[in-house]
């Protein structure tokens, strides 16, 4: 079975840009989680996505936003664009997003904001 | 809200030490309780879990025991060998969430030969 892919990999914006990432989930899996790793803040939840729905949404703001559709792959999105967005973009999937059901990652999005 | 503390690195330690990376939590009720494993380059890896008290996650050697008690969740490992070498980060999926997992700061973990 392939694992989460994310593309694209590797990404370089500019100040006020906005830039969409994509992730596709596991065959089968329903919920896709985003995160957001910096070495200072280290990681932080972004949001989760079921059967197409935000369920949990993390502290950021509303410049950060995403979407899944109805295959599960999901996108997210980030507007005008801070130096401070610079970051290693996870994405995670599971089977039906319940606690303490294993997540599995990907390999991340490196975005680089200059 | 929920949190995870784990202890600061980097932690440098010679092939064959024995390994005790520290993690508590602050949460309500009972949340499953996880180490991830991220080597360099590469995203993350679940390692072990555990989702109720008492209970020991294992995995390559590595184990974890659910502490209700102390609220702790200590990573542990007899033997360490440099491909051991990773960040190491324990995490939690509280109560009234779904997938929201709450991560700790990271343990940078260097074994040398």
């Known amino acids: 079975k392939a694992g989460v892919t994310q593309t694209p990999r590797y990404l370089i914006k500019t100040r006020g840009q906005q830039v969409t990432l994509s992730c596709s989930p596991i065959?089968?899996?329903?919920?896709v989680s985003w995160y957001q790793q910096t070495p200072g803040q280290g990681l932080q939840f972004l949001f989760e996505?079921?059967?197409?729905?935000?369920?949990n949404k993390g502290n950021f703001p509303g410049r950060f936003s995403g979407r899944q559709f109805s295959n599960s792959r999901s996108e997210m999105n980030v507007s005008t664009l801070e130096l401070g967005d610079s970051a290693l973009y996870l994405c995670?999937?599971?089977?039906?997003?319940?606690?303490?059901?294993?997540?599995?990652f990907g390999p991340g999005t490196r975005l680089t904001v200059l | 809200g929920d949190s995870v503390t784990q202890m600061e690195g980097p932690v440098t330690l010679s092939e064959e030490a024995f390994l005790t990376i520290n993690c508590t939590y602050t949460?309500?009720?009972?949340?499953?309780l996880f180490w991830y494993v991220q080597y360099p380059g590469e995203g993350l890896q679940l390692l072990l879990k555990?989702?109720?008290?008492?209970d020991k996650g294992s995995n390559k050697g590595f184990e974890a025991t659910y502490r209700k008690e102390t609220t702790s969740f200590h990573l542990e490992k007899g033997s360490v060998q440099v491909s051991d070498s990773a960040v190491y980060f324990c995490?939690?999926?509280?109560?009234?969430?779904?997938?929201?997992?709450?991560f700790g700061t990271g343990t940078k973990l260097q074994v040398i030969p």
């Open positions: 995670a999937s599971s089977l039906a997003g319940d606690r303490g059901v294993r997540q599995y």
């Open positions: 065959s089968g899996h329903r919920s």
């Open positions: 996505y079921f059967s197409e729905t935000q369920r």
């Open positions: 949460a309500t009720g009972y949340p499953s």
């Open positions: 555990a989702t109720k008290a008492d």
């Open positions: 995490a939690l999926s509280g109560q009234g969430g779904y997938q929201k997992v709450t």
